[in-house]
Nanobody
Framework: QVQLVESGGGLVQAGGSLRLSCAAS????????MGWFRQAPGKEREFVAA??????LYADSVKGRFTISRDNAKNTVYLQMNSLKAEDTAVYYC?????????????????WGQGTQVTVSS
């Protein structure tokens, strides 16, 4: 079992930055592929970024603005979000799956955090 706890969300003006953190429990964090997804009101949950020990992947909508990273010593994955836009407003979820493969579909991820709200004012 892995428990994920997100933090770092908040209200920011367009063009600003936020860094989300996701702290994971367990001793095998390094073996998990980690992802960030988001869900805006009235919309489906969508892929944002993911990272494993073999590499990373980004949605086109955030490429060049967001950076995903992980610190295996701290069992934490981060999402640095720069140049935020109003359309980035959503609840952001951290997700984990065993193995090194990265997937952009939410059903491939086994463990989920409770989400953290990001609101970008225009």
């Amino acid at each position: 079992q892995v428990q994920l706890v997100e933090s770092g969300g908040g209200l920011v003006q367009a063009g600003g930055s936020l860094r989300l953190s996701c702290a994971a429990s367990g001793r095998t964090f390094g073996t998990y592929a980690m992802g960030w997804f988001r869900q805006a009101p009235g919309k489906e949950r969508e892929f944002v970024a993911a990272v494993s020990w073999s590499g990373g992947l980004y949605a086109d909508s955030v490429k060049g603005r967001f950076t995903i990273s992980r610190d295996n010593a701290k069992n934490t994955v981060y999402l640095q979000m720069n140049s935020l836009k109003a359309e980035d407003t959503a609840v952001y979820y951290c997700a984990a799956r065993t193995g090194r493969s990265i997937y952009i579909t939410s059903r491939e991820y086994t463990y989920w955090g409770q989400g953290t709200q990001v609101t970008v004012s225009s």
